[in-house]
């Protein structure tokens, strides 16, 4: 009969304790000290002994197996298809997979042991120093965090590298956009602005890093400078948005915990369903992955209402885009970025040399120039003109042609002969005597 290491361990304890309390040592009251027992559980453990020996000190419940013992094929099942299908991933994200797709019924808490225990899964590591956490924001959409995470996101594709922009909201911890872009760049950030305006509205406030697209930092580790605002900041500063700069990762810890969730599901959903190309990873992220992280990490906010601003009209594609001031040259040019764009003749006015315009490269690549409110011309991204449509009012469209009279479509009275007047005689002119002229010399 073979027993566990714990129960020979405590049953040559009893053993010895007993032992000394026959031989009168110690009392039976110092044995019921030791051992952590009533003196009438110590006397059933001498009778046992006496009776027995050494082997009936042993616990007979260890021999039982448990009620609630896991099955040993079950447990085969899981690890195999830990190794098999879903190394590298953490415990919380092969269990969904593994109770929706493979019927694992067992409980979380003893699925993360077995695969510790058998050395598939590392232990985690003891935390850091105390810190307090900051309590989120009251209302959906008081507080937006963006932030880019370089990655190799495509294990498949080991070579490649993709920064991965994400926008969560603080008081649901709600994903509001997530796709990767070839890097973090100002083009990226605004197609997630525009995305998440479009879809929800404006928020409050906005929380980002001090990435060169965010602020402008004169010194390295020192303040932001407000005053020189960078493309983000001028399109926030525009729709009325506050622009909130982190100072330490400790301060964006939502979103450091938000990338390093996503790193750990990510990589090895996209590696399972074999996507080797960044738009279809970015398909897998709208269709399958954020549905499936808003549903198990989302939550209510502490305030329903909700924070979000509608647009009302206001158009996002002349506020989130690349924004310059440029002056045009003699020749009616005016240079962008190294892309000339040729201003056609305006009506009203000569020529536009020397006039101070607002040149925008926009999300789709085409360019504007602008005087004001007025459109000069629109372009292609390589300079190229592009045709301005006016539409005319619908008034106009409908009404008829304006005669040249205004009333020639009212009857007219036919107009009376002049009546004859009296005649008035004419005027003579009275002629002077002219003076005399005195004789030529």
């Not at 390093?260 to 074999?274: D, I, S, Y």
């Not at 398909?283 to 939550?299: I, S, V």
């Not at 506020?319 to 009616?332: A, I, K, M, P, T």
């Amino acid at each position: 009969m073979v027993f566990a290491a714990a129960a020979v361990e405590r049953a040559m304890k009893i053993q010895q304790v007993l032992m000394r309390a026959l031989s009168g040592a110690i009392t039976w009251l110092q044995a019921a000290d030791i051992l952590g027992l009533e003196p009438r559980s110590v006397r059933r453990w001498r009778a046992r002994f006496e009776a027995g020996g050494a082997v009936a000190l042993y616990d007979r419940r260890r021999l039982c197996p448990s009620r609630r013992q896991a099955p040993a094929l079950e447990v085969q099942r899981i690890l195999r298809l830990y190794r098999e299908r879903f190394a590298g991933w953490n415990v919380r994200h092969f269990y969904r997979f593994a109770r929706r797709d493979h019927a694992v019924t067992l409980s979380y808490s003893f699925v993360k042991l077995a695969l510790q225990e058998a050395g598939l899964v590392r232990k985690g590591r003891a935390r850091g120093r105390h810190r307090r956490r900051r309590e989120p924001r009251a209302c959906f959409g008081e507080l937006l965090h963006l932030d880019g995470s370089p990655h190799a996101w495509l294990r498949l594709c080991p070579d490649e590298r993709q920064s991965l922009i994400t926008v969560v909201d603080d008081a649901t911890k709600r994903l509001l956009y997530a796709q990767l872009w070839p890097a973090e760049t100002t083009a990226a950030v605004f197609t997630a602005l525009s995305t998440v305006f479009t879809a929800w509205g404006l928020p409050i406030a906005l929380y980002t890093d001090r990435a060169g697209w965010a602020f402008h930092t004169p010194k390295a580790g020192g303040p932001v400078d407000r005053t020189h605002l960078t493309q983000v900041g001028r399109a926030l500063a525009a729709l009325g948005i506050e622009h909130i700069g982190a100072y330490s990762p400790q301060a964006r810890g939502r979103s450091e915990r938000l990338n390093r969730t996503v790193q750990g599901r990510l990589v090895n959903e996209l590696a399972l369903a074999g996507i080797t190309t960044r738009a279809a990873a970015n398909a897998y992220l709208t269709e399958r992955f954020l549905p499936d992280y808003n549903d198990e990490f989302a939550h209510l906010p502490a305030d329903p209402t909700s924070a979000f601003v509608p647009l009302h009209g206001v158009d996002l594609d002349r506020v989130l885009c690349h924004e310059e001031e440029r002056s045009v040259g003699q020749d009616n040019v005016v240079v962008l970025e190294q892309v000339p764009l040729q201003l056609a003749k305006q009506p009203g006015r000569r020529s536009c040399a020397g006039l101070r315009v607002i040149v925008r490269r926009h999300l789709s690549g085409q360019h504007s120039v602008w005087h004001g409110p007025r459109c000069l011309g629109r372009y292609d991204g390589q300079g190229r003109p592009l045709p301005l449509s006016f539409p005319a009012a619908p008034s106009m469209s409908r009404r008829p042609p304006r005669p040249k009279n205004a009333r020639a479509h009212l009857p007219q009275e036919p107009r009376s002969a002049a009546r004859p007047g009296p005649t008035i005689p004419r005027h003579r002119r009275r002629t002077r005597p002219r003076l005399p002229i005195g004789p030529r010399e």
